[in-house]
């Protein structure tokens, strides 16, 4: 078992959120926050205690802890290249989505027992995404799983390699379809903003407004280590066979190009219109079937 995997996921963690940040910033020719900031943030968030409504059951209570314990135990299912992970096993592609799944639904939850209209309709919003989001990234690792003849994390990427052409594709349409996937599933840009203030608009943050001190600091670091472990896939589809010194570097350098690439697409992208985010998450599903045909073809399993 290897623990290099978690060490660049949490490492990731605490630097992709700053260097999103950055990006954003100097795009827009301000000079920005440090690197550290969103992490410092939370941090002091974690110093300080609970607040909970009179009106809320104890699911508001354990179900930001629930959802950080389902995301870090997930992160520990990600391997680096063709070492195993420090948690696998047979069928374990499928534990880690159910995993997301399940702090998903203890977020939806949290946001439900607060009797709020406005955190209601967030929970509905990102009720919606996920179901729409979750056939894509189901049948993208459904499709590496075929062509490897494996269903645990660290078994396909250790027979994963980029040696013909076809394989390049199938690891660029993978690595855009978790880059978009990632995003959906952080409520940012173009499906959410971060940033924005109104209530009537927001999908996550609106999800929160009840949430307070060290619950809302998991929270927030629980969706830093979902960036840590999208970028962690994505470095895994696109580097599956370095060795040494090496690929940490490969992989902590796509992990940056990671967090800089969903900067620069925060800062020149615009946030879709509601009505337009189910068209969107459906065209990626598409995307995800396609890359399934295709490997279908590869594989001559198609007829």
């Known amino acids: 078992m290897d623990m290099k995997a978690a060490t660049m996921i949490l490492l990731a963690a605490i630097l992709i959120p700053g260097i999103i940040v950055k990006v954003k910033a100097l795009t827009s020719g301000r000079k920005g926050p440090g690197l550290l900031q969103p992490m410092l943030d939370i941090l002091r968030l974690l110093r300080k205690g609970s607040v909970y409504s009179t009106t809320s059951s104890i699911a508001t209570q354990i179900a930001p802890t629930v959802y950080f314990i389902s995301v870090f135990t997930a992160?520990?299912?990600?391997?680096?290249?063709?070492?195993?992970?420090?948690?696998?096993?047979?069928?374990?592609?499928?534990?880690?989505?159910?995993?997301?799944?399940?702090?998903?639904?203890?977020?939806?939850?949290?946001?439900?027992?607060?009797?709020?209209g406005f955190e209601g309709m967030g929970a509905n919003r990102e009720a919606f995404y996920s179901l729409l989001a979750e056939p894509a990234l189901l049948m993208l690792l459904g499709t590496f799983s075929m062509m490897t003849s494996y269903d645990s994390f660290?078994?396909?990427?250790?027979?994963?390699?980029?040696?013909?052409?076809?394989?390049?594709?199938?690891?660029?349409l993978a690595a855009y379809l978790l880059l978009q996937l990632s995003l959906i599933e952080n409520s940012r840009l173009p499906v959410d903003d971060p940033k924005?203030?109104?209530?009537?608009?927001?999908?996550?943050?609106?999800?929160?407004?009840?949430?307070?001190?060290?619950?809302?600091?998991?929270?927030?670091?629980?969706?830093?280590?979902?960036?840590?472990?999208?970028?962690?896939?994505?470095?895994?589809?696109?580097?599956?066979?370095?060795?040494?010194?090496?690929?940490?570097?490969?992989?902590?350098?796509?992990?940056?190009?990671?967090a800089v690439v969903v900067g620069l697409l925060e800062s020149f992208r615009a946030r879709f219109k509601m009505e337009k985010n189910p068209q969107f998450i459906l065209t990626l599903t598409s995307v995800a079937a396609l890359t399934f045909i295709v490997a279908l073809i590869i594989t001559n399993k198609l007829l």
């Open 154 to 172: 660290s078994l396909i990427f250790a027979h994963w390699d980029l040696a013909t052409g076809s394989s390049l594709v199938l690891a660029a």
């Open 75 to 116: 992160l520990w299912l990600v391997p680096m290249g063709d070492e195993a992970s420090f948690i696998h096993f047979s069928g374990d592609i499928l534990v880690f989505t159910y995993m997301l799944g399940l702090g998903k639904f203890f977020l939806i939850l949290n946001a439900l027992d607060a009797g709020s």
């Open 196 to 258: 924005t203030h109104l209530e009537l608009t927001m999908v996550h943050e609106v999800m929160v407004l009840d949430n307070s001190g060290f619950d809302l600091g998991i929270i927030q670091f629980a969706n830093a280590l979902k960036f840590g472990i999208f970028s962690a896939l994505i470095a895994n589809f696109l580097a599956p066979d370095r060795e040494g010194v090496w690929e940490m570097i490969l992989f902590g350098g796509i992990m940056l190009c990671y």
